[in-house]
């Protein structure tokens, strides 16, 4: 299921409600330089979320940047089916019996 779109739908439905039930509702906003008269609610609340959006943005990035530049280059490509050095790795299937071989980190406890 594609739950982030349902996730959008879901507070954009209750963002709709909101709107729809203080459409009477009005005050007034000041800045602190000007006023401004009879400001419907659900403007205020539109801008409050924009305002709110924009400053944690740079946050997002940055957060975003930075666990992109931790991931090496080797992680991010994925391995070819024709690659020739799959032979040698540890987990892989050996050649001559098709049996895979324990890493090395792993313990065995002797149970199957």
Same mark, same amino acid.
């Given at each position: 299921? *594609?739950? $982030? /779109?349902?996730q959008?739908?879901? @507070? ?16 007034? @906003?000041s800045? !602190?330089?000007t ?5 419907? =609610?659900? @403007? ?6 924009? =305002? ?8 997002? =990035? $940055?957060?975003? /940047?930075?666990? $992109? $530049?931790? =991931? *090496? ?8 089916? !024709? ?7 540890? !987990? ?21």
């Open positions: 299921m *594609p739950w $982030r /779109l349902i959008f739908i879901a @507070i954009f439905a209750v963002f709709l409600l909101f709107i729809v039930f203080n459409l009477d509702n009005r005050s007034d @906003i800045l !602190g330089f006023k401004f008269n009879d400001v419907p =609610v659900f @403007i205020t609340a539109f801008f409050a979320f924009i =305002v709110g959006m924009t400053l944690t943005l740079p946050s997002i =990035v $940055r957060l975003w /940047l930075r666990t $992109r $530049r931790s =991931v *090496p280059p080797e992680a991010k490509k994925p391995e070819k089916k !024709g690659d020739k050095k799959r032979g040698d790795k540890k !987990g892989s299937p050996d050649a001559d019996t098709g049996e895979t071989q324990a890493p090395a980190n792993l313990k065995d406890y002797g149970i199957d």
